[in-house]
């Protein structure tokens, strides 16, 4: 079944990476996934987190329910040879590669008519704004009431759509594998966001600069700060702080009285997050001290570290193997960047393989997809094998995983804690 869309299926992705979009905004896109979900009979609901959809296909007798996630988002690469020319906008990260197996799965499963040997249901769910950008954005969609979180997983979370939800699955490109792969990874990097204003005093800078606070001296002071704590971090902690400068300064002939930063503060654990957290603060409030300036630092909740389940994990590689008998499998470990996939992870089984068949960096001109079959219909068709061995007789395997399972938080737990990183100030 999934063999035989294939066409359908390129179609789809060439679609989605020809007007690719930011989290939050991804209209199109998510159109586009409905009339998916239209043309194969999937019920479904859309407009969640502002843009997500959420199609569900029922088994033939109850059970647990298994979500298969696509991210709507693109990531901003404005020399990517297919980014949109007036956003900068790129399917650079292989978003639109997750959605193509997500629909794989969908064709395989809606088709062959297994789901009502099955007990459980599926959910297919395009979820929007995994990568987090365009923070100002985000923050004004939250101020009018749009949106609580900032990233698409934690505002479904938020919403309730997990909430039917018990067990979870995604893929994830991986960088410079044009061959046919499975990378299985066990962990990643969480993080919190930070936008940081540096407030000085206005003067000519030629004429009357000690008059003036420079907010940028400030600044530059606050980021070699954070530079020395670096021989402080400990290595096991994965550590990756990396700020930039959004706004300089207005005129070189003044002296600058605002300027901004973002950052994330990404560590493995979330106590090492906020003790590095406490250090970075630290070092740019002594940079506003050493110049005095007022600094206005606005913490934000990111996404937490992933935690895949290990069961999971090897059912995936099992079908990847019947699906593909030539596909590569290594062992990922831990990786430094991050998904809010970690944020469903803390609340249910999840997984999140990366998978091959596409060549160049992550966020980088040179992505693009050279084997559509490895990237796209051998994940999906891994997926369609999972659902059956998890669902079938009576969902026993995935009543034994949920069974063995502990949530590292629950639900009000993960709210009270992401709630708790919104520090009032806003820069």
């Known amino acids: 079944m999934i063999d035989d869309s294939e066409a359908e299926l390129r179609a789809y992705a060439a679609d989605v990476a020809s007007e690719p979009e930011y989290g939050f905004k991804e209209f199109k896109t998510s159109a586009k996934l409905a009339a998916q979900f239209d043309k194969l009979g999937i019920p479904y609901r859309k407009g969640m987190a502002v843009t997500a959809v959420k199609g569900v296909l029922k088994g033939g007798q109850p ?36 959605q193509s197996s997500m629909l794989a799965a969908a064709y395989g499963l809606a088709k062959s008519g297994v789901m009502k040997e099955l007990c459980g249901n599926v959910v297919f769910f395009g979820v929007p704004a995994e990568e987090y950008i365009q923070l100002a954005y985000r923050k004004k969609l939250r101020k009018e009431g749009k949106i609580h979180f900032l990233c698409g997983k934690g505002e479904l979370i938020y919403e309730g759509e997990f909430d039917d939800i018990d067990m979870a699955m995604m893929i994830h490109s991986r960088k410079k594998s044009p061959e046919p792969l499975v990378a299985v990874g066990s962990s990643s990097n969480g993080f919190i966001g930070k936008t940081i204003q540096y407030v000085g005093k206005s003067a000519h800078a030629a004429d009357a600069p000690d008059q003036g606070i420079n907010a940028l001296n400030a600044a530059m002071l606050g980021i070699m700060g954070i530079n020395a704590l670096r021989e402080t971090f400990r290595d ?6 990396h700020p930039i400068i959004t706004k300089g300064g207005d005129l070189v002939n003044n ?30 409030k002594a940079g506003g001290m050493a110049i005095g300036a007022r ?15 290990k069961e999971m994990n ?39 393989p990366f998978i091959g068949g596409v060549d160049g960096l992550l966020h980088g001109p040179d992505f693009k997809v050279v084997d559509f079959k490895s990237a796209a219909l051998m994940p999906g068709k891994a ?28 639900r009000d737990q993960y709210i009270a804690k992401m709630d708790g990183y919104f520090n009032g100030e806003e820069p």
């Open 63 to 98: 059970g647990p329910t298994v979500a298969i996630l696509g991210e709507l988002d693109a990531i901003g690469c404005p020399d990517h040879p297919k980014a949109d020319p007036d956003t900068g906008a790129a399917h650079a990260c292989g978003h639109h590669m997750q």
């Open 255 to 284: 002296v600058p009285d605002d300027v901004r930063i973002e950052t994330y503060v990404r560590a493995k654990t979330m106590e090492a997050i906020d003790s590095t957290n406490a250090k970075v603060d630290a070092a740019l």
């Open 383 to 410: 997926f369609a094998g999972v659902v059956i061995d998890l669902l079938s007789d009576d969902a026993k395997e995935a009543r034994a995983i949920l069974k063995d399972f502990k949530p590292a938080l629950t």
């Open 236 to 241: 096991q902690d994965s550590v990756r702080v």
């Open 314 to 352: 090897d059912l995936f590689v099992e079908n990847a193997k019947d699906a593909f008998p030539g596909v590569k499998i290594t062992d990922a470990g831990h990786f430094s960047a991050s998904t809010d996939m970690g944020d469903v992870s803390h609340l249910m089984p999840a997984i999140h």
């Open 295 to 309: 600094v206005n630092i606005d913490t934000l909740p990111g996404e937490l570290p992933l935690i895949c389940n």
